[in-house]
Every structure is written in structure tokens, then in C-alpha cells.
T-cell receptor
Framework: ETGVTQSPTHLIKTRGQQVTLRCSSQ?????VSWYQQALGQGPQFIFQ???????GRGNFPPRFSGLQFPNYSSELNVNALELDDSALYLC???????????FGPGTRLLVL | GIQVEQSPPDLILQEGANSTLRCNFS?????LQWFHQNPWGQLINLFY???GTKQNGRLSATTVATERYSLLYISSSQTTDSGVYFC???????????FGKGTKLTVNP
């Protein structure tokens, strides 16, 4: 059974640029969620996709957007990057809500 | 929205000691999970425990849903137990996990 994978592991961007982060969910899991974790804080929910449809969104602006593909992999896109977007971005998958959630290793984004 | 409070914020132990971490939440939940975040940032799922008691090796957890708290017990701690322990909850049919601020555990040899 393959766990949750994310790419890239690290990324450096400059303010104003756009970034795409990728996630492959655990085998058989149809729900993918994205979280942002700032240094020293707990993860904050960005949004969730269930069977390719958005199924809930946290308090993040529209420049944070996402997709889920038929194979349940997912992308997180962030436009017009700001310095405060520097964080660890975590992807999580589960077998439908509610359920046990498994996290990927994360992508560390630094915005300069 | 629902509030999640974890205590203590920091805990320093000698190897072999036992500890109890607490998670209080402000409303009813149907999803409660405990995670361990290692120094590299990986979040490991320890327990899915919306109610009742579970054990996994040296770790056990108890959730008393009616009183809105959960406890994570770590026995015979090891240096590899070091890291941050998070409690996360969700309500209704949502899987929007709301995390506490975590307990940072340091186990010294």
C-alpha cells in the first residue's frame, strides 16, 4: 500500500509568482485535503476534495485553488504569492469523511 | 468555530518516564485524531478515536466525548518519541480537521 506522496519537497519563489504543489493520495482514498502549517503553529485547513468536487474550504483567499483528478491525486495552486505564504503545505488523504487521515511529508515553500 | 486546547504546551522527560497529554474541545465532535509530528515535519497518525479507549504498544488514548476531552498516554518514553503531538477534531460530515497548538515533547537520554 502506497502512502501519501507530495512534490516537490522544497520550493523557493519570489513574491507575486505562482506555484503548483502536487499530491498523490494513499491507494484507495477518495478524499484529499490540503493544510498550511506556519512555523510553530498547528496545521490550518485550506480545502478538501471528495470525488473531484470541493467539499469544504477554510479561511483562505481565492488565490488558493485546487483540483482533484479521477485517480484522486490533487494539486494546490497559489497565485500572487505573498511573503506570509511561506509555510509547510501538507496534503492528507482518507477514505471518505469522517475517517482516519494520513498526511504526506509536505512541501516547504519559501517566498522571498 | 470549535476550539481545541492542548496541555501542557511543553514537556521535558527523561527516557523511561510516563506522560499524559490532554486535549479539550469546545463542542461535540465525531472525529478526533492524535498525530505525532517528527522533527522533519512528517505528521504520523497515532489514533483515530472519537470515543472510547485504544492502545497501540506504549501509546494509548482515551476520549470522553460527553465531557469533551481526550488523553494521550505515553509509557516508558524513548528519545524517538520527541516531537510535537497534535490533537485534531472535526464535526458533522466534515473532515475539516481543526488542530490544537500541540504539545512539544522532549525526551532526554
Amino acid at each position: 500500500e502506497t502512502g501519501v506522496t507530495q512534490s516537490p519537497t522544497h520550493l523557493i519563489k519570489t513574491r507575486g509568482q505562482q506555484v503548483t504543489l502536487r499530491c498523490s493520495s494513499q491507494s484507495g482514498h477518495n478524499t484529499v485535503s490540503w493544510y498550511q502549517q506556519a512555523l510553530g503553529q498547528g496545521p490550518q485547513f485550506i480545502f478538501q476534495y471528495y470525488r473531484e468536487e470541493e467539499n469544504g474550504r477554510g479561511n483562505f483567499p481565492p488565490r488558493f485553488s485546487g483540483l482533484q483528478f479521477p485517480n484522486y491525486s490533487s494539486e494546490l495552486n497559489v497565485n500572487a504569492l505573498e511573503l506570509d505564504d511561506s509555510a509547510l503545505y501538507l496534503c492528507a488523504s482518507s477514505l471518505g469523511p469522517p475517517g482516519r487521515t494520513y498526511f504526506g511529508p509536505g512541501t516547504r515553500l519559501l517566498v522571498l | 468555530g470549535i476550539q481545541v486546547e492542548q496541555s501542557p504546551p511543553d514537556l521535558i522527560l527523561q527516557e523511561g518516564a510516563n506522560s499524559t497529554l490532554r486535549c479539550n474541545f469546545s463542542d461535540s465532535v465525531n472525529n478526533l485524531q492524535w498525530f505525532h509530528q517528527n522533527p522533519w515535519g512528517q505528521l504520523i497518525n497515532l489514533f483515530y478515536i472519537p470515543s472510547g479507549t485504544k492502545q497501540n504498544g506504549r501509546l494509548s488514548a482515551t476520549t470522553v466525548a460527553t465531557e469533551r476531552y481526550s488523553l494521550l498516554y505515553i509509557s516508558s518514553s524513548q528519545t524517538t518519541d520527541s516531537g510535537v503531538y497534535f490533537c485534531a477534531v472535526a464535526q458533522g460530515g466534515s473532515e475539516k480537521l481543526v488542530f490544537g497548538k500541540g504539545t512539544k515533547l522532549t525526551v532526554n537520554p
